[in-house]
């Protein structure tokens, strides 16, 4: 079965980063940092119902004004995410306009704004009916990192070192699909029909395999019945494809303890977005800024065993040939060279 999004970087590997997994079929996006999004167009950005922002520094984040400028009076708001102090500077983005004419619009456009702390969340929302003032809302724990849940995946973070600063990294894991097999369906004289969805929903509950499903259907002879164990449905049934994850890594220094939490975070994930900012000849700067080499980031992603890798955030010193930095990461990935060490940094 297909998977239920597209992840696309916004921006080629040079251009403010970002990333936008499109969840065409539910006409919904999610935005990984929110840089420049000029490149998307206004009906992607649209469908953009929630934000996550790694940090505030301006390539990451000010790109707010253009989301907000395109959505306002035509939606219903978006959900931003981002770390510690976020709150206040949304509020101070927001504040930056006037509002005299904003409550004629029809629609309250409501920007809620969680605040990632360790362990929980801060919460807040502003709202254009109250002139984008401040409200704020309850506090709520941070369970198993999980910032958003919904029916279909759900979006973690973890926070690593920039600077001092904390860096939000993000994967987004989509829950397994179940699917159902029509032949085996009708190889047991079973009808199609809503109970299938209620059968998918009393599995994904975790309900014993001897848990009975009734099915009742009509037929031209008359109104059937069949009680079944919901374990033989499991088996004959349905099949189960596991979902996929799509990480998104980007401001980091490449210090080695950020470098071990990054390998346990990336573990195993489908789809990797990870920033390789400068070469690993240029590693003390790298270092100084806070930023993967190339080397690095492919190392790392290596380690993870991350099946797809895709490198980004370049610095702009090397766009006149960016192949230095796309061989050092593919060799890094591929385990051709150990570069990019820079625990001696
Ligand atoms: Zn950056
Ligand atoms: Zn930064």
């Not at 936008?20 to 990984?32: E, G, P, Q, S």
């Not at 029909?193 to 009734?214: F, N």
């Not at 975070?265 to 100084?288: M, P």
């Amino acid at each position: 079965m297909r998977p239920i999004y597209q992840a696309d970087l916004v921006n080629g590997a040079f251009g403010d980063p970002g990333v936008c997994i499109d969840l065409k079929f539910r006409n919904r996006a999610l935005l990984f940092d929110i840089g420049d999004v000029s490149a998307l167009p206004t009906r992607k950005l649209l469908r953009v119902s929630d934000v996550f922002v790694s940090h505030t520094h301006m390539d990451h984040f000010a790109g707010f004004d253009h989301l907000l400028r395109v959505c306002l009076g035509r939606d219903a708001g978006v959900t931003l995410y981002g770390p510690p102090h976020f709150i206040e500077q949304v509020g101070h983005k927001l504040h930056a306009y006037t509002w005299n004419l904003v409550e004629n619009y029809s629609d309250d456009f409501v920007v809620a704004v969680h605040e990632v702390h360790p362990g929980c969340v801060q919460r807040a929302r502003f709202r254009s009916r109250n002139r984008f003032q401040r409200e704020s809302l309850p506090e709520e724990p941070l369970g198993d990192n999980i910032l958003l849940h919904d029916d279909d995946f759900h979006v973690r973070t973890q926070a690593f070192d920039h600077h001092g600063l904390p860096s939000l990294a993000f994967s987004f894991e989509e829950h397994t699909h179940i699917n159902v097999w029509r032949n085996r369906l009708e190889e047991l004289g079973l009808p199609t029909g809503p109970w299938l969805t209620e059968l998918k929903q009393r599995v994904r509950r975790g309900e014993p395999d001897d848990a009975i499903v009734e099915v009742r259907w009509r037929t031209r002879e008359g109104s059937r019945r069949e009680e079944i164990p919901l374990g033989v449905l499991r088996e004959q049934v349905l099949e189960f494809v596991p979902g996929q994850r799509v990480c998104y890594v980007t401001d980091v220094a490449g210090h080695a303890a950020n470098r071990d939490a990054l390998v346990a975070f990336l573990h195993d994930a489908d789809i990797a977005f990870i920033e390789a900012v400068f070469l690993a000849q240029d590693a003390e700067h790298a270092a100084r800024k806070a930023h993967l080499t190339a080397g690095q980031a492919g190392g790392i992603a290596r380690a993870a065993g991350v099946r797809t890798a895709v490198p980004f955030h370049f610095s702009t010193r090397y766009f006149a040939d960016e192949q230095p930095l796309r061989r050092e990461f593919e060799a890094a990935l591929s385990g051709r060279s150990v570069v990019g060490d820079a625990s001696r940094s």
